[in-house]
């Protein structure tokens, strides 16, 4: 069974920075991509950042020269690195994985959220 588990939410000042991690466990093949998307309360969730497995990343708009995400290979595990936060940065940051669970078949997991609350 695969699972990801996050950490690094928190409140943060506007200005401020958060660093979030998502690490892979369970059987695979390969990881496809992982990710991070983010929702509000009564929003829909939204792709905030996303790194394929040859390196290739894509961000939101909203997001683009603020935050970066990265990977670590050998542990599995994903990074965001947010930067110069501002207030509707805030929502449940969730990591997702997309991942050959065979040679041919591959499915999307998803961590529980971590919170990110930037407020003065």
């Known amino acids: 069974q695969v699972q990801l588990v996050e950490s690094g939410g928190g409140l943060v000042q506007p200005g401020g920075s958060l660093r979030l991690s998502c690490s892979l466990s369970g059987s695979i093949v390969k990881i496809n991509s992982m990710g991070w998307y983010r929702q509000v309360p009564g929003g829909q969730r939204e792709l905030v950042a996303i790194?394929?497995?040859?390196?290739?990343?894509n961000y939101a708009d909203s997001v683009k020269g603020r935050f970066a995400i990265s990977r670590d290979t050998a542990k599995n595990t994903v990074y965001l690195q947010m930067n110069s936060l501002k207030p509707e940065d805030t929502a449940v940051y969730y990591c997702?994985?997309?991942?050959?669970?065979?040679?041919?078949?591959?499915?999307?997991?998803w961590g529980q959220g971590t919170q990110v609350t930037v407020d003065s």
């Open positions: 997702n994985a997309n991942v050959y669970y065979t040679i041919f078949r591959r499915s999307d997991y």
């Open positions: 790194i394929s497995s040859s390196d290739t990343t």
